[in-house]
């Protein structure tokens, strides 16, 4: 019995050696086509306990280091922009400190000045004004 699949084996890889001639449609990605089962796959390299939990643990230590990174830029970040913030508010005293502050009493004055005078019009509270100067 054998010899009869040996030989029934044999005709049909001859009969799928065949090759087959191009098919009309163009669809040349369908031409060798085998079976699933026929690919063959290499087994997948298996690790010892030990070299698993070596490679896990390295891992949470690259995962560690990496976070740890990220907080030192998100703080140099969170100073940068801190200080920045400062700095704003303080060139803001400033400029309100060397301000010259003109009272407009009479508001027909506004009504007669030019657009280009209007701009440069700013209200200010005075009542925080004479306190920075009494202080």
Do not use: F
Request: charge should be positive; avoid cysteine.
């Amino acid at each position: 019995m054998d010899t009869g699949t040996a030989a029934n084996k044999q005709e049909k890889e001859r009969l799928h050696a065949i090759p087959k001639g191009k098919p009309k449609s163009g669809r040349t990605w369908k031409l060798n086509k085998g079976r699933y089962s026929a690919i063959s796959r290499p087994k997948s390299l298996k690790l010892s306990y030990e070299e698993r939990m070596k490679m896990r643990a390295d891992l949470n230590e690259t995962r560690n280091r990496e976070k740890q990174m990220w907080n030192e830029v998100n703080e140099k970040r969170d100073k940068l922009k801190q200080r920045q913030k400062e700095n704003k508010e303080r060139r803001l005293v400033n400029e309100r400190k060397g301000e010259v502050v003109q009272v407009i009493k009479n508001p027909t004055k506004i009504k007669r000045m030019k657009k280009k005078q209007l701009r440069s019009i700013e209200k200010r509270d005075l009542d925080k004004l004479k306190a920075k100067k009494s202080a």
